[in-house]
């Protein structure tokens, strides 16, 4: 007996689950389904989004359902139409072997007609938007008076959003014998108000911690002033040079114009908000899903239907207002078992929401320091040189060598190796030759990149299949260290940095000098940089970083990202002119080889 059929699921379910390839029911459909289906009770599950949670009231709901009947008898509510969505298609997934079952899909913007008539057919599970919902109530179009089940799918995001009206007066359309059940990542007030109100004495489950966020994902803060929050995005987008991201900000305002700046300076951005269409915020989430849009700069609400998985960095451009919509935010990386980062850049006067959410998420906060230049710069040229190699030789290129070659003619390999390094790296040196130290001094901050620190830098990077966590293992495991002795662990793609104490620095270097691993030399070396901004204090020059004056020529120009380290060269092979800057998302794209996360 598998462990699905241990839940008690029917048949027809159990078809469905084994066709989906779902091989052991995760820990809140463990905890949910089998209440669900022995008794009629209300229920509250917490649990974070990425657990199963559709799974976990989809199945009972399923099969609870009478399919000979044609009457509304589940309603599921949900915050978006892109949740409300991928529920229902969720839903279809699970049923396809309950064939007389219905599920409709209810949210706005969309024809209101076509959605009534599909529910006039004989829809015995409706998944809507509040206000969708209660349009279609007080329009006379759906029935929801004797239901059976109703599920608050996301219910602190709904409230987050201000259904709170909507939903009470939905609500008070449905019968009271009905079950309830909500499912939320976290427990603010207003959903214990809710939860209180509508539900009689609910069965409650709760997933991994109360509230906490995914084990996988390393929280970071980067003090700074308020007037180089932009410079500090744009360097810790820099000194990452594989980031695959979404940006938080406070309001679609922000939102728009942090994207529009981003694009204009030649990273690929796009804007993810209400303000926008439909069909731009799906071709915006196309460019996302398909790695052509690098950081993805969005509100809290737009941002919850992204359903990618391999998001490496959340940035929180700005801290939400609510802390509770924090983890939401960090829980858009870390998906799937895979390891991911949430930054917060934040100012002195916020840095006591921090604690706040320390304590929501139960996990605690890396002081971090906004990369220098020398640190940027040097992440910039492994990763060039590391491009230079991975680069497959474009065919196009062979008629050109023997001229080319004359042209080289007389230098030699160290040589060429240089001048070529450096007509990329001096783009990046240039830029930020003249740029200020951005971190805001805080006595926290100091502990982990003071004197006493060397930092390394080490030839294996997330291509080699690590990331901060197991190479912080691997890393420990080689030098018997503790935990505390790494720290400051930065994975590249083909590279990695991280710190140990000054007192270990000879043992780690005399351990790696001659350390081969399936037979190839792991090489660990002392970084140029101290790290982290740590020294080095203000060099004067350019106000915060700035950017201004020959932007055209600075790394940030959009012909000339590191992204596209070549592509400058290719085109003049090409005989095509480099483009202006590209103000939307469309025209900007990466030009590299995809990356391998
Ligand atoms: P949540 O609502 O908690 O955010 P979802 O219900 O959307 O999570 O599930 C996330 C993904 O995991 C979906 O693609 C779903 O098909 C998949 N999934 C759900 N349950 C299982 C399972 N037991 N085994 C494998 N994959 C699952
Ligand atoms: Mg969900």
Request: charged share 30%.
């Amino acid at each position: 007996m598998n462990k699905f059929e241990q839940l008690g699921l029917n048949e027809a379910l159990l078809n469905a689950v084994a066709d989906m390839g779902f091989e052991t029911p995760s820990e809140v459909q463990e905890k949910a389904i089998p209440v669900l289906l022995a008794q009629d009770t209300d229920m509250v599950a917490l649990a974070q989004t990425g657990t199963g949670k559709t799974a976990a009231f989809g199945f009972p709901m399923i099969q609870k359902i009478d399919v000979h009947s044609k009457r509304t008898q589940g309603l599921i509510l949900s915050p978006t139409r892109e949740l409300c969505l991928q529920i229902t298609q969720e839903l279809k997934q699970y049923s396809k072997y309950e064939h007389q079952l219905r599920v409709a899909a209810i949210y706005g913007g969309a024809s209101i007609t076509a959605q009534a008539s599909e529910i006039k057919r004989g829809a015995q599970i409706i998944v809507a938007t509040p206000g969708r919902m209660k349009d279609m109530i007080s329009r006379g179009m759906v029935d929801i008076t004797n239901i059976d089940y109703c599920v608050l799918d996301e219910a602190d995001e709904m409230l987050n959003m201000g259904f709170y009206e909507d939903i009470t007066d939905i609500l008070s359309n449905t019968p009271k014998e009905k079950s309830t059940w909500l499912f939320s990542a976290t427990m603010p007030k207003e959903v214990s108000r809710i939860a209180k109100k509508f539900m009689a004495d609910p069965v409650e489950i709760t997933v991994g911690t109360k509230n906490s966020g995914s084990q996988n994902v390393q929280h970071e803060y980067y003090l700074v002033s308020g007037r180089d929050r932009y410079s500090a995005l744009k360097r810790l987008a820099d000194a990452n040079p594989d980031i695959f991201s979404v940006v938080f900000c406070r309001t679609k305002r922000d939102t728009q114009k942090i994207a529009e700046k981003l694009i204009e300076d030649g990273y690929n951005a796009g804007a993810l908000h209400g303000d926008l269409s439909q069909n731009q915020r799906d071709m915006v989430m196309k460019a996302f899903r398909t790695n052509q849009i690098q950081m993805l700069v969005a509100t809290d609400v737009a941002a919850r239907g992204i359903d990618v998985d391999d998001v490496t960095h959340v940035i929180n451009y700005q801290l939400p207002d609510e802390i509770e919509t924090y983890t939401h935010r960090s829980g858009r990386t870390g998906r799937a078992g895979k390891s991911g980062i949430s930054m917060v850049i934040i100012t002195k006067s916020e840095l006591r929401k921090i604690k706040g959410i320390e304590r929501i998420i139960q996990q605690e906060f890396d002081a971090k320091k906004i990369p220098n230049a020398e640190e940027i710069c040097e992440i910039q040229l492994y990763h060039l040189a590391s491009k230079i190699k991975d680069t497959e030789v474009n065919a196009e290129v062979e008629g050109y060598l023997p001229a080319v070659m004359d042209v080289l003619e007389g230098l030699d390999r160290e040589d060429l190796i240089k001048r070529m390094v450096s007509v990329e790296f001096s783009r990046f040196a240039n830029y930020y030759n003249k740029t200020q130290d951005l971190n805001q001094p805080s006595a926290s901050s100091e502990a982990s990149s003071g004197e006493g620190s060397t930092r390394y830098f080490i030839n294996v990077g997330s291509k080699d299949g690590y990331d901060w966590k197991t190479l912080k293992d691997f890393l420990r495991e080689q030098t018997g260290l503790d935990r505390d002795d790494i720290y400051r662990v930065d994975v590249k793609e083909s590279f990695s940095f991280f710190n140990s104490d000054a007192a270990h620095t000879e043992a780690i270097l005399q351990l790696f000098s001659e350390f081969k691993m399936d037979g190839r030399f792991i090489n660990v070396e002392i970084s140029s940089n101290a790290g982290g901004g740590g020294r080095g204090g203000s060099r004067g020059g350019n106000r915060g970083g700035g950017f201004k004056g020959g932007r055209k020529r600075s790394f940030g120009d959009s012909d000339k990202r590191s992204k596209g380290a070549f592509s400058g060269k290719r085109r003049s092979f090409d005989g095509k002119k480099s483009k202006g800057h590209s103000t939307s998302a469309k025209k900007s794209h990466r030009k590299g080889p995809k990356p391998k996360w």
